[in-house]
C-alpha cells in the first residue's frame, strides 16, 4: 500500500512538473544544440575518415611494391636494383642502440625522482628539463646531434650519433611512462620489503622494479615508434647511405632508415613507387605498435586484477 | 658500513642519470648559442631578423630571415585555424557523448594519427594535396602554404585531441549535474559549463599543437615549395624556419652555415617561449 501510494505521488509530481520540462525548447536553444551536434559529429568523423583515407591509400599504393627482392637485395645503381634490405637493417640498429642506452637512463631518472629525491627543487628543475626535452623539435635535436656527437666527439655522421641523438630525445618518454609506472607500485610493498629489513637498492631492485616492468615495457615500444618515425634528427647525424653491414659496422658508418630513405626516395629521386612500398611497410610497423601498446596494457591491467 | 657504502653509491648513480635531462637541456641550449650568435654577429641582429631577402649562395649573400619567421608564423596561424575547431569538437564528442564503442574507435584513430611517420604525411601531401590544390586552384605549382598548413593541421590534430580530453575528461561530475538540473540540455551544458572549466587545459592544447606546429620539418619540406618568398598568398612556394635549417645544411659553408645554426636558435627561442606558455597553462590548470 505504501509503495503504491509512494507511486502516486511521484506520478503525480512528475505530471505537475510535466508542464515546465515539456515546455518546447526555444528556437533558438534547438538551433545551437543541433548546429554543435552536427559539428561533433561531422568532425569526429573527418577525423577518422582521415586516417583511415592515409592508412588505405598508403597500403593500397605501396603493398603491390613490396617484394621478395625490394625487401632483401641492396640499391645498386649498375644494375638499377632497388631493394631496401641496409635501410631495414639501419633501422633495426638504431632503434637496438638508442633503446639500449635510453632505457636504463630514462628508468634510472625515474627512479631518482620517485624513490629518492628529496630536494624538491632538484626534482622539479629536472621534470621541467624532461618536459623542455619534449617540447624541442627534432630539427634542433639534429643540428645540436651533429655539432657534439659527429663534431665534438668525433663520431662522425654515423649510425652511432643518430642512436645518441635519438637517445636524448626519447629520454623523456621513458621517463615519464617509468615514472608513472613506479608511482602505481604500492607504498605498502616499499615499507613491507623495508620492515624485513633490505636496504634501499635491494627494494628497488627486488620490490620496486619489477612491479613496474609493464610501464617500461610500453615506454620501449612508445620510443620504437618515435624511432621509427624520426627523419630530420637522423638526416645530418646518422646520413643517407645504402650499404648492408653487420651491427658493429652498421653503427659506425653512416645509413639511412627507412624513414630517411623514404624521404630522399620521393623528394631528392622522385621514385614514388619505392617511396610507397617503404611508407606501407612504416605504416604497418605504426598498426602493430600500436596494437602491441594496448595488448600490454590490457595484459598487466588483469594480470594485476 | 660495506652496505652503507653500496647505497651511498647506488644513490649516487641515481643523481647522475636523474641529471642526465638537466644535462642535455643545458648542452642543447649552449651550443645553439655557440653556434648561432657569431653569423647573427656578423649580419647584424636587425639586418638578420627583419631583412626581407635570402639569398645565401648569391655572389652577394643576403641573409634575412624575415621570410622565414613569417612563414612559420602564419603556417602554425593557419593550422590552428583548421586544426582546433575539428580537434576541439572531436574532444568534446569523444569526451562526454560518444558510446563507449565509438570512443574507442576515435582513441584509437588519434593515437594511430600521432604514430604516422611525418614522412609519410609529407608524402601522401606530396601525391594527394599538391596535385589537388594544383587544380582546385588553377595554379602553376600546388606545392605551398596552404598545402603546407592543411598537413601541419593533420599533424597536430593528435595533439590537440588527446591534451584536451583529458581536461575534459576531469570537469567534476558535479558541475555538470547541476547544469543539468537547472534544466539545460546536455549539449548546452557541454559547451557552457563543461569547455569553460576545463578551459586551461584546452589552451594548453592548442598552445601544444603550436609547439609540434612550428617545429615540424620534413612533412612540411615535401609539400610547401621551398623557393625562399615572403609569404604573400596562400598559393606561395614558402620556406619555414625549420626547412630553412632542412634545406640548405648538407651543402653549406662558412657564414651561410653559421646563419642556418642562427635560424635555429631563433627557432629554439620560439620553442621556449611556447613551452614556457605551455608550463604555465598545464599548472594553472592543475591549481584548478
Not at chain 1, 642502440?97 to 629525491?117: F, K, Q, R
Not at chain 1, 651491427?247 to 630513405?261: E, P, R
Request: glycine share 8%; charged share 15%; aromatic share 8%.
Amino acid at each position: 500500500m505504501a509503495a503504491d501510494e509512494k507511486k502516486t505521488i511521484e506520478s503525480g509530481g512528475s505530471e505537475k512538473g510535466a508542464g515546465m520540462i515539456k515546455k518546447p525548447l526555444s528556437v533558438q536553444r534547438k538551433a545551437y544544440i543541433n548546429i554543435m551536434t552536427a559539428l561533433m559529429w561531422f568532425c569526429s568523423v573527418i577525423t577518422c575518415g582521415l586516417v583511415v583515407f592515409i592508412l588505405a591509400y598508403v597500403l593500397i599504393k605501396g603493398i603491390p611494391n613490396i617484394t621478395w627482392n625490394f625487401v632483401s637485395t641492396a640499391p645498386s645503381y649498375m644494375t638499377g636494383n632497388i631493394g631496401i634490405l641496409p635501410d631495414i637493417l639501419n633501422t633495426v640498429y638504431i632503434v637496438l642502440a638508442s633503446l639500449v642506452i635510453v632505457l636504463p637512463l630514462g628508468v634510472g631518472a625515474a627512479v631518482y625522482l620517485t624513490e629518492y629525491a628529496t630536494n624538491k627543487r632538484l626534482a622539479g628543475i629536472i621534470e621541467y628539463a624532461a618536459e623542455t626535452l619534449s617540447g624541442i623539435p627534432s630539427i634542433i635535436y639534429g643540428l645540436v646531434g651533429m655539432l657534439f656527437f659527429c663534431q665534438f666527439l668525433g663520431l662522425q655522421t654515423s649510425l652511432l650519433a643518430g642512436a645518441l641523438t635519438l637517445v636524448i630525445m626519447n629520454l623523456p618518454t621513458i621517463m615519464r611512462t617509468a615514472q608513472e609506472s613506479l608511482k602505481t607500485v604500492p607504498q605498502s610493498y616499499r615499507e613491507g620489503a623495508f620492515g624485513l629489513g633490505a636496504g634501499k637498492w635491494r627494494v628497488i631492485r627486488t620490490v620496486v622494479l619489477p612491479n613496474c616492468i609493464d610501464g617500461i615495457i610500453t615506454g620501449c615500444i612508445l620510443a620504437t615508434g618515435r624511432i621509427l618515425g624520426e627523419s630530420a634528427a637522423l638526416l645530418f647525424t646518422a646520413g643517407f647511405a645504402h650499404a648492408v653491414n653487420d651491427v658493429i659496422k652498421g653503427l659506425q658508418s653512416a645509413g639511412a632508415t627507412l624513414t630517411v630513405a623514404l624521404y630522399v626516395y620521393a623528394k631528392e629521386q622522385g621514385e614514388f613507387e619505392v617511396a610507397f612500398g617503404i611508407a606501407a611497410i612504416l605504416v604497418a610497423l605504426t598498426l602493430i605498435l600500436n596494437v602491441a601498446a594496448r595488448l600490454v596494457g590490457v595484459y598487466f591491467k588483469k594480470k594485476r586484477a | 658500513m660495506n652496505r652503507h657504502k653500496i647505497e651511498t653509491v647506488v644513490h649516487g648513480i641515481f643523481l647522475v642519470m636523474g641529471l642526465v635531462t638537466i644535462a642535455c637541456v643545458l648542452m642543447i641550449t649552449v651550443y645553439l648559442i655557440i653556434a648561432g650568435i657569431p653569423a647573427i654577429r656578423e649580419i647584424g641582429l636587425i639586418d638578420f631578423l627583419f631583412g626581407t631577402e635570402w639569398a645565401s649562395t648569391a655572389s652577394d649573400p643576403k641573409y634575412g630571415i624575415l621570410p622565414f619567421i613569417l612563414t612559420s608564423i602564419y603556417g602554425t596561424a593557419g593550422a590552428m585555424v583548421i586544426g582546433v575547431p575539428v580537434g576541439f569538437m572531436t574532444a568534446v564528442f569523444t569526451a562526454k557523448i560518444a558510446p563507449f564503442k565509438v570512443r574507442t574507435i576515435i582513441e584509437e584513430a588519434v593515437s594511430l594519427l600521432a604514430g604516422i611517420p611525418s614522412v609519410v604525411y609529407g608524402l601522401v601531401g606530396m601525391l594527394v594535396l599538391v596535385p589537388g590544390i594544383r587544380e582546385l586552384f588553377d595554379i602553376p605549382d600546388g606545392a605551398s602554404l596552404l598545402a603546407a598548413i592543411i598537413v601541419l593541421a593533420i599533424m597536430t590534430l593528435p595533439s590537440i585531441i588527446s591534451v584536451s580530453l583529458t581536461a575534459l575528461e576531469a570537469v567534476p561530475k558535479e558541475y555538470e549535474e547541476a547544469s543539468l538540473a537547472l534544466g539545460a540540455t546536455e549539449v548546452e551544458t557541454y559547451f557552457k559549463v563543461s569547455v569553460p572549466a576545463a578551459k586551461s587545459g584546452i589552451a594548453a592544447a592548442v598552445v601544444l599543437g603550436v609547439g609540434r606546429a612550428i617545429g615540424e620539418a620534413m612533412a612540411v619540406m615535401m609539400v610547401s615549395g621551398n623557393a625562399p618568398n615572403m609569404p604573400d598568398s596562400i598559393f606561395q612556394s614558402v620556406r619555414f624556419l625549420t626547412t630553412a635549417v632542412a634545406s640548405e645544411m648538407s651543402y653549406s659553408s662558412g657564414l651561410q652555415r653559421e646563419a642556418l645554426f642562427s635560424i635555429a636558435l631563433v627557432l629554439f627561442l620560439f620553442i621556449m617561449m611556447i613551452n614556457a606558455a605551455l608550463n604555465f597553462l598545464m599548472k594553472h590548470d592543475k591549481e584548478n
